[in-house]
């Protein structure tokens, strides 16, 4: 089974059901399998801190929310995830590439990688991440705790994990 | 008629739905003058008032009236193509547009300027709509209520505020007592 396939099997099983997503090469494989699935509702979004707009809006009607998204875009939703999705105590998995670690082709990635944990860990929010093929198998747990905590959780999967680009 | 006006007006129209309202004045005012727990106040994040308004009106069948303002339309601009192209007939976006940043000081936006958000939204592919003056707001909001499809209302008025009270209570409380409402 190809992880794409496997990360939303453990989307859809965890009634994930409404996902926002900002293009991304090395998420493009989940994207693709996030718009096949009937289960879930997948709406593009501009830009990251709208996408975590839709994402509160759908959890409030009902539907537990997901966002996927790049790593530079920690730098974009600061605001939005300490005054609205912690503000609020609202859960949000963020499945996020994470461009500029080993592998990385392009020099900017490099700069904002550096910064992403320290932010994350900053604001306070819990934080995974998928080196390892096998690593995915956690997932399952990651939502689960998401959805039990009411919080914003990170799952950053770095280009060794999708098997280089 | 300056925003808090058109509010007064409108209240008896907001109650029987579920109200997400835009931050700052607009969430004080609407709390001052007809708290209900249909509303859900803003109380950061300037902008995203649309963009909350559509998942919640895309996750569940009641009807979702969006207080925005021109300013924070203007903040999230890319907020208007994901509504034109991900319909809910079930959503109804305000926005109320007197050409200024009431909250922080009626500093004038772009709206009140060259710009016209009511040609940007048919630009960015909405379907329905609809530019009013402020004293026709309540028959043209009820009207889209009533057709049960998916209307950008961009009502004109001026720009003025009214003192309000912060807004105190606590997010979690808020949140909480709306999704109660939005369940019930």
Redesign the interface.
């Given at each position: 089974m190809s992880i794409s396939k496997q990360i939303v099997d453990d989307f859809v099983a965890n009634d994930i059901?409404?996902v926002t997503t900002v293009p991304c090469k090395q998420l493009g494989g989940v994207i693709e399998e996030v718009e096949a699935r009937p289960e879930i509702?997948h709406?593009?979004?501009?830009?990251e801190?709208?996408?975590?707009?839709?994402?509160?809006?759908?959890?409030?009607?009902?539907?537990r929310?997901a966002i996927i998204m790049q790593n530079t875009a920690i730098g974009v939703t600061i605001?939005?995830l300490?005054?609205?999705t912690q503000?609020?105590?609202?859960p949000l998995p963020m499945l996020i590439s994470f461009r500029g670690e080993l592998k990385e082709p392009v020099a900017c990635q490099a700069e904002m990688a550096i910064h992403t944990k320290p932010l994350l860990q900053q604001l306070g929010i819990p934080t995974y991440h998928f080196h390892k093929q096998d690593d995915v198998r956690e997932l399952d747990a990651i939502l689960k705790y998401t959805f039990m905590s009411s919080k914003p959780v990170a799952i950053l999967t770095d280009a060794t994990f999708w098997g280089g680009y | 008629m300056i925003r808090s006006e058109i509010l007064r007006e409108v209240a008896p129209i907001l109650r029987d739905q579920l109200v997400?309202c835009n931050i700052g004045l607009p969430s004080q005012e609407l709390h001052m003058i007809d708290d209900q727990p249909t509303n859900?106040y803003?109380?950061?994040?300037m902008?995203?008032?649309?963009?909350?308004?559509?998942?919640?009106?895309?996750?569940?069948p009641k009807t979702v009236v969006v207080i925005d303002g021109d300013g924070s339309v203007l903040t999230?601009l890319?907020?208007l193509?994901?509504i034109a192209n991900?319909v809910a007939d079930n959503y109804i976006l305000l926005i109320v547009d007197n050409g200024s940043y009431g909250s922080t000081g009626d500093q004038p936006t772009y709206a009140g300027k060259k710009t016209s958000l009511t040609k940007v939204a048919e630009a960015c592919g909405c379907e329905n709509v609809v530019e009013c003056r402020a004293e026709e707001t309540g028959e043209v909001l009820q009207k889209a209520i009533d057709a049960k499809r998916m209307t950008i209302i961009v009502c004109k008025c001026e720009s003025g505020n009214v003192k309000v009270p912060v807004i105190t209570k606590d997010?979690?409380v808020?949140?909480d007592r709306?999704?109660a409402a939005?369940?019930s």
């Amino acid at each position: 089974m190809s992880i794409s396939k496997q990360i939303v099997d453990d989307f859809v099983a965890n009634d994930i059901a409404f996902v926002t997503t900002v293009p991304c090469k090395q998420l493009g494989g989940v994207i693709e399998e996030v718009e096949a699935r009937p289960e879930i509702y997948h709406i593009p979004s501009n830009k990251e801190d709208e996408g975590m707009g839709l994402c509160a809006g759908a959890f409030m009607g009902g539907k537990r929310p997901a966002i996927i998204m790049q790593n530079t875009a920690i730098g974009v939703t600061i605001n939005t995830l300490v005054t609205l999705t912690q503000f609020y105590r609202m859960p949000l998995p963020m499945l996020i590439s994470f461009r500029g670690e080993l592998k990385e082709p392009v020099a900017c990635q490099a700069e904002m990688a550096i910064h992403t944990k320290p932010l994350l860990q900053q604001l306070g929010i819990p934080t995974y991440h998928f080196h390892k093929q096998d690593d995915v198998r956690e997932l399952d747990a990651i939502l689960k705790y998401t959805f039990m905590s009411s919080k914003p959780v990170a799952i950053l999967t770095d280009a060794t994990f999708w098997g280089g680009y | 008629m300056i925003r808090s006006e058109i509010l007064r007006e409108v209240a008896p129209i907001l109650r029987d739905q579920l109200v997400v309202c835009n931050i700052g004045l607009p969430s004080q005012e609407l709390h001052m003058i007809d708290d209900q727990p249909t509303n859900f106040y803003m109380l950061g994040t300037m902008g995203l008032a649309s963009s909350i308004g559509l998942g919640l009106a895309l996750s569940q069948p009641k009807t979702v009236v969006v207080i925005d303002g021109d300013g924070s339309v203007l903040t999230n601009l890319g907020t208007l193509p994901t509504i034109a192209n991900n319909v809910a007939d079930n959503y109804i976006l305000l926005i109320v547009d007197n050409g200024s940043y009431g909250s922080t000081g009626d500093q004038p936006t772009y709206a009140g300027k060259k710009t016209s958000l009511t040609k940007v939204a048919e630009a960015c592919g909405c379907e329905n709509v609809v530019e009013c003056r402020a004293e026709e707001t309540g028959e043209v909001l009820q009207k889209a209520i009533d057709a049960k499809r998916m209307t950008i209302i961009v009502c004109k008025c001026e720009s003025g505020n009214v003192k309000v009270p912060v807004i105190t209570k606590d997010p979690v409380v808020i949140r909480d007592r709306f999704m109660a409402a939005v369940a019930s």
